[in-house]
T-cell receptor, first 115, second 118 residues
């Protein structure tokens, strides 16, 4: 079992639905990340939060809305998605301070299918 | 801009064979970090190694070894005497020094899917 838990593991939604992905880390880390993994493409960094503050938004469409209420939880709110948004969404965490070794700890991902 | 290229999309080897996964990177940073991650079928990426750009010593960890050559911008990964449990997708990644807040922003390659056949 990893220290990063993602729910749901699988999600099917229509283009007009609103849903959320949840990530929780039990590692005491301060930085959390959302990555998108599509077939045949490199992992794409979407958002970075450090000490609950968003420090990076890699030109992600506004139909993806992140929320980080505390250092242990990260959400990705989804609305009005497109079929091309179907992918595996991976959450990761790391130490967000001078002791950061660069090692990211990943969850098992949420497999999203948009119909 | 940073870029990581893993030219091998899929590799199949027979158990106990040695296999090398290639990684070539591009960066304008003089100091950077290189990583390898393993993604088993369960989905989560597992950290294998981090190397600093100023440390070109090769590293060995059990059956795993890494060959970092700054002159050719390569960071190749070799598995000796492969096992079925090594079957996974392997990702090479690159990061500049973390920002002042301490978060790393990794640029990943597309990954190499390794299948080890019994």
């Amino acid at each position: 079992e990893t220290g990063v838990t993602q729910t749901p593991r699988h999600l099917v939604m229509g283009m007009t639905n609103k849903k959320s992905l949840k990530c929780e880390q039990h590692l005491g880390h301060n930085a959390m990340y959302w990555y998108k993994q599509s077939a045949k493409k490199p992992l794409e960094l979407m958002f970075v939060y450090n000490f609950k503050e968003q420090t990076e938004n890699n030109s992600v469409p506004s139909r993806f809305s992140p929320e980080c209420p505390n250092s242990s939880h990260l959400f990705l709110h989804l609305h009005t998605l497109q079929p091309e948004d179907s992918a595996l969404y991976l959450c990761a965490s790391s130490q967000g301070n001078g002791a950061n070794t660069g090692e990211l700890f990943f969850g098992e991902g949420s497999r999203l299918t948009v119909l | 801009a940073q870029k990581v290229t893993q030219a091998q999309t899929e590799i199949s080897v027979v158990e106990k064979e040695d296999v090398t996964l290639d990684c070539v990177y591009e960066t304008r940073d003089t100091t950077y970090y290189l990583f390898w991650y393993k993604q088993p079928p369960s989905g989560e990426l597992v950290f294998l190694i981090r190397r600093n750009s100023f440390d070109e010593q090769n590293e060995i960890s059990g059956r795993y070894s890494w060959n970092f050559q700054k002159s050719t911008s390569s960071f190749n990964f070799t598995i000796t005497a492969s096992q079925v449990v090594d079957s996974a997708v392997y990702f090479c990644a690159l990061s500049a020094l973390p920002s002042g807040a301490g978060s790393y922003q990794l640029t990943f390659g597309k990954g190499t899917k390794l299948s080890v056949i019994p």
